[in-house]
């Protein structure tokens, strides 16, 4: 059984770029979330997408955008690529939210 | 402003030792999450807590959740060198308005022999 998958694992963007990473959850799974992970902290939410809607929102700027397909595979765009924007990307995938979470193994995004 | 502050934020223990890493949050938790992180890798999940007093044990790994005092544990038994790692803990909170799926900074561990 495959658990989260995401795509891809590593992307090298240039400032003011546009980047699209994707995240397959893991099977029976309808609740995927993303997180923002720099090197040496925490990971922090960026948000959470439900039933093709964006459910919940952590305090990123609109440059970061999301979509949820009816297989409940997600993407997360990220316009106007800001040197900080280099992080570990983590997607999550739970069955509804009141589950547990599971992890992808996430994708280095590097902006030079 | 919803905090999740854990601490302490590195330990370096000696193997054999115990040791408690404590996770402090500022609102009411849905559930609180446990996860571990090896360097360059993604979030494993350790354990769960779902209700006040709640006591979950796996291995030399024992968490717990004091939902009155605002307050999770994870207790380290007799610490061996594969545990070193980063340990993370995670609030859930449905009731808020926006991103209450909030994380700890970590507590990045070294076990040594």
């Known amino acids: 059984d495959a658990g989260v998958t995401q795509s891809p694992t590593h992307l090298i963007k240039t400032r003011g770029q546009q980047v699209t990473l994707r995240c397959s959850p893991k099977?029976?799974?309808?609740?995927v979330s993303w997180y923002q992970q720099a090197l040496g902290q925490g990971p922090q939410f960026i948000f959470q997408?439900?039933?093709?809607?964006?459910?919940q929102r952590g305090n990123f700027p609109d440059r970061f955008s999301g979509h949820q397909f009816p297989n409940y595979s997600s993407e997360l765009n990220v316009n106007a690529l800001l040197l900080g924007d280099s992080a570990l990307y983590l997607c999550?995938?739970?069955?509804?939210?009141?589950?547990?979470?599971?992890f992808g193994s996430g994708t280095r995004l590097t902006v030079v | 402003e919803l905090k999740v502050e854990q601490n302490p934020l590195f330990l370096s223990m000696q193997e054999g030792k115990n040791y408690t890493i404590y996770c402090n949050y500022s609102t009411t938790s849905d559930r609180l999450y446990w996860y571990r992180q090896d360097p360059g890798k993604s979030l494993e999940s350790l354990f769960v807590?779902?209700?006040?007093?709640a006591v979950k044990q796996e291995g030399r790994l024992m968490a717990s959740l004091d939902t009155k005092a605002r307050l999770s544990t994870l207790h380290i038994t007799a610490a061996v060198h594969d545990l070193s790692a980063t340990y993370f803990c995670h609030l859930v909170n449905y009731g808020g308005s926006q991103g209450n799926l909030i994380f700890g900074k970590g507590t990045k561990l070294s076990v040594k022999p």
């Open positions: 099977s029976g799974h309808d609740t």
């Open positions: 807590l779902l209700s006040n007093g």
């Open positions: 999550a995938s739970s069955r509804d939210r009141y589950y547990g979470y599971t």
């Open positions: 997408y439900y039933e093709e809607e964006e459910r």
